[in-house]
T-cell receptor, first 110, second 120 residues
Framework: QKEVEQNSGPLSVPEGAIASLNCTYS??????FFWYRQYSGKSPELIMS????GDKEDGRFTAQLNKASQYVSLLIRDSQPSDSATYLC??????????FGTGTSLTVIP | GAVVSQHPSRVICKSGTSVKIECRSL??????MFWYRQFPKQSLMLMAT?????????EQGVEKDKFLINHASLTLSTLTVTSAHPEDSSFYIC????????????????FGPGTRLTVL
């Protein structure tokens, strides 16, 4: 069983729309959750981190965590073409190791 | 702050040779560094966890004799791909955790820019 699962997409949204990215994880005791953005040929860059149930907002980005359902999501409001990238969900386990999902490819259409 | 560098950024080598990749934390000390491999259109796969002054912990399926990891100081970890073959061609990325981050779960990892390895 994969530790972190994401819909690989591709996901296409028009410019200005809301993009919704989802992630589930298997280790129930995981405490830290991260969303990274990765452009082709580059290493990931951190967008959001979330540790508590509920929503966390940062600019156009909102992370949502539901530990009971083992589910974490990322909403991107007012999507821009520059948001087109692969979004990786990552979960940190008790050993401080990070496990990544397969990533969701997002394309924002101008 | 929290800058991680990798060297080289790109390497092309012949099959059978060994390649060393360096990962450095430039402005912080990292007791733990992680090595990942990423094949095209796939996610990052954790290969090993490198702890300063001790042996690396390898993920299941990763050959420790093929991927040698040395973490001799708080700012440097190296990954050596021994007797590289074309199937080892990949994007290798390291990351580091700040030693001063403590035991809080509220800390992330900082990624290096990656090393593109091509084995001919």
């Amino acid at each position: 069983q994969k530790e972190v699962e994401q819909n690989s997409g591709p996901l296409s949204v028009p410019e200005g729309a809301i993009a919704s990215l989802n992630c589930t994880y298997s280790d129930r005791v995981s405490q830290s959750f991260f969303w990274y953005r990765q452009y082709s040929g580059k290493s990931p860059e951190l967008i959001m981190s979330i540790y508590s149930n509920g929503d966390k907002e940062d600019g156009r980005f909102t992370a949502q965590l539901n530990k009971a359902s083992q589910y974490v999501s990322l909403l991107i409001r007012d999507s821009q073409p520059s948001d087109s990238a692969t979004y990786l969900c990552a979960v940190k386990n008790r050993g401080n190791q990070f496990y990544f999902g397969t990533g969701t490819s997002l394309t924002v259409i101008p | 702050g929290a800058v991680v560098s990798q060297h080289p950024s790109r390497v092309i080598c012949k099959s059978g040779t060994s390649v060393k990749i360096e990962c450095r934390s430039l402005d912080f000390q990292a007791t733990t560094m992680f090595w990942y491999r990423q094949f095209p259109k796939q996610s990052l796969m954790l290969m090993a966890t490198s702890n300063e002054g001790s042996k690396a912990t390898y993920e299941q399926g990763v050959e420790k004799d093929k991927f040698l990891i040395n973490h001799a100081s708080l700012t440097l970890s190296t990954l050596t791909v021994t007797s590289a073959h074309p199937e080892d061609s990949s994007f290798y990325i390291c990351s580091a955790r700040d030693r001063l981050a403590g035991i809080s779960s509220y800390n992330e990892q900082f990624f290096g820019p990656g090393t593109r390895l091509t084995v001919l």
